[in-house]
């Protein structure tokens, strides 16, 4: 949001930031969640509906006035066509210089706190996967010692490291969540056993089938790996439900358990 703005200001456009300042009860976005409205595009959203079009309005007539803040506080009730039942109130306010200062450091300790994921080989899977994490709120860091490779991986947001992968694994922050995807399985076991015997990962996914599961499990049960460590190792990544094995399927599946995985 902060390059939008910076765009904005820069060109001379107006611009408001529309943050709700309040939550109450149940409501589509929490207390801190921002948009920003010029008099032709928003970027962001306070949770849409009649009260995010509300305060769209609102501050497009703020802008226009020349005003330089307002509230507003919606009901999210029967009165306003939506049955959250929560209440909500917006602060709108002229962007400056100093809004923008204030959201780039936000968007950097956001950044900071975000959770590392760390993906293990940069052929299709995950290149898919390193897309379909981009835009959300992890630290996606894609790991293949093959440069043609990863050339290829799109994201603005991604982290690309030409390198070993077994030494990047080895080398891992505790906390960090772990996708396995190379071409070898050599490779995929090297990684795998090196996590499992550090044991401090938050999440540690291996492609592959049932079968590959078991092999690989029996060859680490072999070395002495703890079972504690053994049962969190998820393969097949994605779940067995749905078998599409397309590697933006698989991505966003992926992309699914390891929000779960940080989930609070």
């Known amino acids: 949001m902060s390059a939008t703005l910076a765009t904005a200001l820069a060109a001379g456009t107006p611009a ?38 509300a305060g769209i309005a609102r501050a497009r007539e703020l802008l226009a006035a020349g005003e330089a803040e307002a509230t507003l506080r919606r009901p999210l009730g029967p009165e306003t066509g939506q049955c959250c039942g929560g209440h909500v109130t917006l602060a709108i306010r002229r962007a400056d210089a100093a809004t923008l200062a204030a959201l780039r450091a936000s968007e950097a300790e956001s950044a900071a706190r975000a959770p590392l994921v760390m993906i293990y080989g940069a052929g299709h899977v995950g290149r898919a996967l390193a897309l379909a994490l981009d835009p959300l709120p992890v630290r996606p860091r894609i790991i293949d010692d093959r440069p043609e490779e990863i050339a290829r991986v799109s994201g603005t947001r991604v982290a690309r490291v030409v390198g070993s992968a077994s030494a990047a694994a080895e080398a891992a922050p505790p906390g960090a969540a772990h996708v396995v995807v190379t071409h070898s399985h050599a490779l995929d076991s090297l990684i795998c056993a090196s996590l499992l015997e550090a044991n401090t990962f938050a999440y540690l996914g291996l492609i592959g089938s049932s079968t590959k599961r078991a092999t690989f499990l029996s060859a680490f049960r072999a070395m002495g790996l703890d079972e504690a460590a053994l049962a969190r190792l998820v393969c097949p990544i994605g779940g067995t439900r749905v078998r599409d094995k397309r590697p933006a399927v698989i991505a966003a599946l992926v992309a699914a358990e390891l929000i779960a995985a940080f989930a609070p």
């Open 16 to 53: 408001a930031l529309v943050t709700v300042s309040e939550a109450l009860g149940s409501t589509p976005r929490a207390a801190g969640t921002a948009m920003l409205v010029m008099p032709d595009r928003v970027a962001g959203t306070v949770g849409g509906g009649t009260y995010e079009w």
